[in-house]
């Protein structure tokens, strides 16, 4: 399967890939891996991605494009793959429906972890007090400037993905505020009742 999680920032979707990865035995595609990847193997791309990190800038569409349509090229993916961080844009959406598209496959399903935001910020404060009594270091996200400044960005672009995709008959929506264990229990009931659809191009 072809799947890809969408949700704002502290929703659980690393969480929930990662466990689905394990269950169905394909890859989880974080961009943020990816693009780290590119960087410590020193390609082309990844000099680029260095020099754009480094100055602070956003890393272009263009350039995110490629190193997905790159990786997900590779025979591990060849039986599918779980994106959690792409797409972000619906400019990204429609690349990736070409790219699969000229792989013969397609999107099967695209999960959003729907969150309240006021909960989701006290979700994020239990986190970041569990890191301080624990005496491990605070994730730089997980300040409270900086989710609120995700938090903005996620609604401003991100959001529209959800129409996007609930357009295309594709889109399923998961209370993300439940328990781990009961989103990764209702995101396996989802995925059996669709088993063999996809995402309309």
Do not use: W
């Amino acid at each position: 399967m072809r799947i890809i999680f969408l949700g704002p920032p502290g929703a659980g979707k690393g969480t929930q890939a990662a466990r689905l990865s394990r269950k169905l035995n394909i890859p989880q595609l974080s961009t943020g891996d990816m693009l780290r990847a590119e960087v410590s193997k020193g390609t082309f791309i990844g000099k680029q991605v260095k020099n754009i990190m480094e100055s602070g800038h956003l890393i272009s569409d263009s350039i995110v494009n490629r190193v997905v349509c790159d990786r997900i090229g590779h025979p591990d993916c060849s039986g599918g793959f779980i994106l959690d961080g792409y797409p972000r844009t619906v400019d990204q959406a429609q690349n990736l429906q070409i790219i699969v598209s000229g792989m013969n496959c397609c999107i099967d399903a695209v999960i959003e972890l729907q969150v309240d935001g006021f909960l989701m910020f006290k979700r994020i404060e239990s986190r970041v007090s569990k890191a301080i009594s624990s005496e491990k270091s605070v994730r730089s996200d997980d300040k409270y400037d900086v989710f609120i400044r995700r938090m903005e960005d996620y609604r401003r672009v991100t959001v529209p993905l959800s129409s996007y995709y609930r357009d295309r008959g594709c889109l399923h929506i998961i209370d993300g505020m439940l328990d781990a264990d009961t989103v990764s229990r209702d995101i396996d009931s989802l995925l059996v009742s669709i088993e063999g659809k996809c995402c309309r191009s």
